[in-house]
């Protein structure tokens, strides 16, 4: 950021130098050389701040990954997709759930994981209820249905 202020501050007082000169210059051959003159020098002026903001740029390209590392395959992204879609399901059936138990949630969240043998579990409940009185409803009834203890908070 500081390296652009430069820049700028430098085009702004060579365009008003070269304003003064320009104004000052008689008319005629003297004044299309003197133009000439301080396009270069308004040329040259820009190059100077551009070349020192670039010469503290460096890449590292051992710092990028080989494409083989960050890329995923086919199977990859399709089981990722399948574990959010079934998540965004699992969700909507949590909230129905409370919903038709009377429990009312500003928000509940149901996270999934795959095990080595490539199966879905779930990993975690959290549920952000209204009343505190409805904790223990709410526990019991994702308890039966999911067979996992969530974590509830009010708010």
């Known amino acids: 950021m500081k390296d652009i202020a ?7 007082v060579c365009c008003a130098l070269c304003s003064v000169v320009g104004v000052l210059v008689p008319q005629g051959s003297t004044k299309r050389i003197l133009n000439s003159v301080l396009g270069v020098f308004i040329v040259c002026a820009l190059i100077v701040p551009i070349k020192t903001a670039l010469n503290g740029f460096e890449l590292d390209i051992k710092a990028i990954p080989e494409k083989s590392a960050v ?4 199977d990859e992204i399709y089981n990722n997709q399948v574990i959010k879609q079934t998540e965004k399901n699992l969700n909507q059936t949590l909230k129905k759930l409370l919903a038709d138990e009377k429990i009312y949630c500003k928000t509940c969240g149901l996270k999934l994981k795959t095990n080595e043998d ?9 549920i952000y209820l209204y009343k505190n009185a409805d904790k ?5 009834t994702v308890k039966e249905n999911f067979g996992i203890k969530p974590r509830i908070f009010t708010v």
């Open 6 to 12: 430069s820049v700028a501050a430098v085009i702004c």
């Open 118 to 126: 490539g199966g879905i579990y779930i990993k975690s409940i959290s």
């Open 71 to 74: 890329s995923s395959s086919a």
């Open 136 to 140: 223990l409803k709410a526990s019991q």
